[in-house]
């Protein structure tokens, strides 16, 4: 296949990689897709993780270097992979997750599927900070649409402005601890909803199942009922004939040619730890926000003399992430609770979408509230500080005996919990760079961070901290845990601990300071684009992957028809 | 219960041991691969259940490599994992009808956590030596070879982290990050899942928390969300919309 000529070279398999080459094969083009893991089907039992029990793995589901978020998370990937470091400039902590697979980190995230709103393509006109987006919601909303019936989305439709209704499949009942955040949360008149997520919870098609209601969303599912790129878009591009897939397979850069247009692509195969070139005629980078960065820095040329599309210096600038908090708290009333099963979707079936004017604030931008808890499997950690609870008791802690599995049955599932995740403003100096001398193991130049939180973030974290505990506490809780101070950045994640990163390649109108059009593509070589979050120009307080399929739905329609036209 | 009736429940506890020495160990599951393990240190013969030391859950090449390197490592001398099995034993007893800590394998799980866990040796095997150190300095004897009645006392000193004697913290840290162990162990094994009365990891369908129980904590559903929510004998008609974004299946 090396002499072969792609119409289209696709650049990592995650979700905007994963619509890109669904789409583009379907309009009838040929397709070859790279992805730098190695080939996965939660459907093939010996790559199953979900239904297993912890006694099958030796440390009962522990977390690993190699599975950060435990044994059986389905993500084959990490903060650490071996030989493929990444710099801190300063005393920056960029934490950089990167999945290594077919499908990429849609193997194991949480399925919380938001639409951006009006207010979110245009935040600069609110609050006069960061750019707004060349595009509006109404540019695309149609695509939004047509994700839902494609993929599949669980929700209800609420009439809220800036959180659009949708084409949702019907929401699971709500489990006892979210009834009980949902009467907390009225008291305060904070509003609660239905959980917006893409698993089948009714069936959309004969090619996927319908959800069983495991939990297990975060294991990948066997039934494909659940949103992964692979399993819902790769899948059926690979059955329609015109798609080759190139698994393990790192690519280096994009090469271009005199006039300055890319010709293709070169990769390092993993296996054999050679490098090969392929041609396509459009390059489609997909590799997320960081990794296309990465590579079009890598690729320098007599035309690119700072990498590929990055003429006015902003590749890799903007790069920001989610906010994010957290707390918990017990729940007294749901001591020594009736046991059933109550695993229902993974995650949350409950949730709240910003509900405050950030004018009264003294922060911009805002957040949602993800709600945690229940009777979940044990695993490795279930049972630490098995009694803790009982000081609010009056009872002693700690001890031994039989005694101990009263306490565990007493406690289980006694817990409410609740995450924040928000909108970080876009800073130019937040920026991943090529370090100039330390390179992967396959001589790649690595990526070293400089990002640094703002006032807006950290106010922003004071305040989800004093939300939650209200609604904790509203909900019949007991905090648990100290409340983190402004010597914690009052909780505040770490940049890039949300897997939310985006912004690096950023649309916009103006080549100065952005690096693609509204469609992904290059100002610098119109047959080169991007179609994974590096292009968002805000995050909004929304998870990226609804907007990255819609936004790669449309840059793939707009691929298509120019090739068509014969523009590209 | 009072200290002397536990102790007396320990002593007969400790019978009941003897007689598991003698018959099939709880625990399907986990018996099929329980064989003894007799320390020539230890008064009175210690026994567990053997884990696997094979598993298959989804790895990947390097990841198996990983595993493969920990069975072949062994960490804990004898004395320490025989020590490590009395503790266990004494935190989470056999006398119980779901089995306990040696009949859900615990020192083997220790032993293989303390190795895919670097932070976890030294507090293990400082820990075991503190103890050691402390039933020698109390009663002349290691732990294991002192009279069950010493070992509970000692116990006592260090299963309560509100103790604020600053000669017994080390102690105490050791006892915590023990039962810790000792529990998470137990509870993720299929003896766990039975005491605990698990009963998820299971395809199901999700329909509502069980009538009973939104009367005992007095909640109900509020019929508007309700109709957002999924009629689970229509989850199989392929879902369809009207152009007003409505479900019409």
Redesign the interface.
Known sequence: MADKEYDIIVVGSGAGGGMATYQLANAGLTVALVEAG?FYDPAA?????Q????????????S?R??PFG??NAC?GGWDL?GEPYTQKGDTEFMWWRGRMLGGRTNHWGRISLRFGPLDFKRRDIDGLGENWPIGYEDVKPYYDKVD?LI?V?G??EGLYNDP????????????HE??YI?GARKLNVPVY?ARKSML?????DQRG?C?????CSRACSIHADFSSSTALIYPALRGGKVDLYTDSMVREVITDASGKATGVSYINKKDKKEYALKGRIVVLAASACSSARILLNSKSAQHENGLGNSSGHVGRYLHDSTGASRAAFLP?LMN?????????GGMHVYTPWWLENAALDFPRGYHLEIGGG????????????NQYNEYLGK??????????DD??RF?GARLSIACRGESVPQFDNYCELDPTVVDEWGIPVLRFNYQWTDYEINQAKHMQDSMEALLEASGGILLGDKPGVERNYGLAKPGEIIHEVGTTRMGLDPKTSVTNEFGQLHDANNVFVVDAGTFVSQADKNPTWTILALSWRASDYIAEQMKQQNI | MSESSEIKHSIERRDVLKALMLAPVAGAMLASTGCAWVSESNKQPTRWTRLPTQYSYARTDVEKQRDAELFAETFFREHELVTIAVLCDIILPSDHENGGALAAGLPDFVEFMAKDREHYKLPLRGGVAWLDNYSLDNFGARFVEADIEQQLAICDAIAYPDVQDEALQPGIAFFSLMRNMTLTGYYTTELGFRDLGYVGNTPNIWDGVPDEVLARHGKTYDAEWLTKCVDQSRRNITAEWDDEMNLIT
Request: hydrophobic share 25%; net charge positive; charged share 30%.
């Open positions: 190695g039992d010996e790559q199953r993780t239904l297993r029990n912890p006694w099958e793995s030796p440390r009962r589901g522990a690993t190699r599975r044994d059986y084959i071996d019936k599949g669980f209800s439709n209704d949708g084409f949702f499949l019907p929401a699971p009942k709500p489990r006892l009834l009980y009467d239905p919870t009714k069936r959309i098609n319908v069983y209601y495991c939990g297990q009333e609770r009736d046991i059933y099963n109550e695993d229902g979707v009777m979940g499997m044990p695993s490795y950690g279930f049972g630490f500080a098995a002693r802690v700690g001890g031994y005996g039989n005694g101990l599995r565990i049955r289980y």
